[in-house]
C-alpha cells in the first residue's frame, strides 16, 4: 500500500498565482485532512473532510479550498498565491477517529 | 482551549540510554493521544495511539503512558540508537472533534 500520497513535493509560486497541491489515499479512509506546519506555530489544520461529499473549515482556512469528490481524493487549492501561505503542507488520512496517518509533505514558496 | 505542552524542546543523550519524552495537556476530556516521529524534511509517521480508557501501550523498543487526570503522557525509548534521532510530537484529539491539537514537539540527538 502507498498509504498517503502527496504531490508536488516541492513548488514555487510568484504571489497571485493559483494552483493545487493533491493528496490521495489508498486505505479507504473515511477522514482527510490538510495541515500547514511552520517554524514556532506547529501544524495546524486547514481543512478537513469526513467523507466524499462533506468538508469543513479549520482553524486557518482562508485562502484555500478544498472538495472531496472521491474517498480518495482531497485536493487543496491555493486560490491567489501570498507569501504568508510559504510553509509544508501535508495531508492526512483516518478510520473515523482513530489512528492519523501522514503523508510526506509539500514544501511550497510563494515569492 | 486545548493546549499541548512538550517539554524539553531538544534533548541529547548518548547510545544506549532509556529516555522519557513527556507531553503535558490542558484538558483532560481527550478522546486519545498520538505520538508521532519526524525525520528532517519528511512527514509525521505515527509511533503509538493511546485511546482515552488505555493506559499504556507499546510497540518494540517504545512504550507510551497516559494519565488522563493529570493531563500527561510519556514516550519511554528503551536502549536508545541513533536511529531514533528526529522530532517527536504528541497530539491529542478531543471528543467529537476531527482535528488534533499537537505539541510543539521535542527534538531528540542519539550520539554515537
Known amino acids: 500500500n502507498a498509504g498517503v500520497t502527496q504531490t508536488p513535493k516541492f513548488q514555487v509560486l510568484k504571489t497571485g498565482q493559483s494552483m493545487t497541491l493533491q493528496c490521495a489515499q489508498d486505505m479507504n479512509h473515511e477522514y482527510m485532512s490538510w495541515y500547514r506546519q511552520d517554524p514556532g506555530m506547529g501544524l495546524r489544520l486547514i481543512h478537513y473532510?469526513?467523507?466524499?461529499?462533506?468538508?469543513d473549515q479549520g482553524e486557518v482556512p482562508n485562502g484555500y479550498n478544498v472538495s472531496r469528490s472521491t474517498t480518495e481524493d482531497f485536493p487543496l487549492r491555493l486560490l491567489s498565491a501570498a507569501p504568508s501561505q510559504t510553509s509544508v503542507y501535508f495531508c492526512?488520512?483516518?478510520?473515523?477517529?482513530?489512528?492519523?496517518?501522514f503523508g510526506e509533505g509539500s514544501r511550497l514558496t510563494v515569492l | 482551549k486545548q493546549e499541548v505542552t512538550q517539554i524539553p524542546a531538544a534533548l541529547s543523550v548518548p547510545e544506549g540510554e532509556n529516555l522519557v519524552l513527556n507531553c503535558s495537556f490542558t484538558d483532560s476530556a481527550i478522546y486519545n493521544l498520538q505520538w508521532f516521529r519526524q525525520d528532517p524534511g519528511k512527514g509525521l509517521t505515527s509511533l503509538l495511539l493511546?485511546?482515552?480508557?488505555?493506559r499504556e501501550q507499546t510497540s518494540g523498543r517504545l512504550n507510551a503512558s497516559l494519565d488522563k487526570s493529570s493531563g500527561r503522557s510519556t514516550l519511554y525509548i528503551a536502549a536508545s540508537q541513533p536511529g531514533d534521532s528526529a522530532t517527536y510530537l504528541c497530539?491529542?484529539?478531543?471528543?467529537?472533534?476531527?482535528?488534533?491539537?499537537f505539541g510543539q514537539g521535542t527534538r531528540l540527538t542519539i550520539n554515537p
Open positions: 492526512a488520512s483516518s478510520y473515523g477517529t482513530g489512528e492519523l496517518f
Open positions: 493511546i485511546q482515552s480508557s488505555q
Open positions: 473532510s469526513v467523507g466524499a461529499g462533506i468538508t
Open positions: 497530539a491529542v484529539r478531543l471528543p467529537g472533534a476531527q482535528k488534533l491539537v
